[in-house]
């Protein structure tokens, strides 16, 4: 499988019945969300602390079986005026050795101001700034597959006849 293209190919590319994991791919941690297995709503999952790429796949596969995700939506950190700088190049890079691992769907998602958001929501939640910094690359990952998932193409209420 490669990159999807657009939101519609992603979706109809997953198996039935799987998650979907979300990412936020920094350059320590990677934020990590989970959907349920509709593909309706996205929970934070936990942070990964990044050290080298292999370890860090491992952990991510590990969760991606655990949980058994069918597909990957990664945040990408376009610029305010929508351009890819080196941080895009940079996840989309990560996003390609990842495939030469495992065959598995990825969909890119903006990304722009998902930690902002992330901050605000635990700030409404007078969130101690220490309990922040542990979650807030999580919350900016469920932040990111949200709006991937609030994007999926509608589904027919009942299965056409045939």
């Not at 109809?12 to 350059?27: A, E, F, M």
């Not at 351009?83 to 940079?90: H, L, R, T, V």
């Amino acid at each position: 499988m490669v990159v999807a293209n657009t939101t519609a190919d992603f979706f109809t590319s997953l198996p039935d019945k799987n998650r979907i994991l979300g990412l936020d791919i920094g350059t320590k941690t990677i934020g990590l969300a989970l959907s349920d297995v509709l593909t309706t709503i996205a929970t934070p999952l936990e942070t990964i602390k990044r050290t080298k790429f292999t370890a860090d796949a491992a952990r991510l596969w590990q969760i991606v079986d655990m949980h058994q995700a069918g597909g990957l939506v990664i945040g990408l950190p376009l610029n305010m005026n929508g351009d890819e700088g080196p941080k895009c190049q940079s996840v989309r890079q990560f996003a390609r050795n990842l495939l030469k691992e495992k065959d598995i769907p990825i969909l890119f998602h903006d990304e722009r101001l998902s930690t902002v958001a992330a901050e605000r929501t635990l700030l409404e939640a007078d969130v101690s700034r220490q309990k922040r910094a542990v979650h807030i690359d999580k919350m900016a990952a469920a932040i990111i597959l949200q709006a991937a998932l609030n994007t999926k193409p509608a589904q027919p209420a009942y299965p056409p006849t045939s």
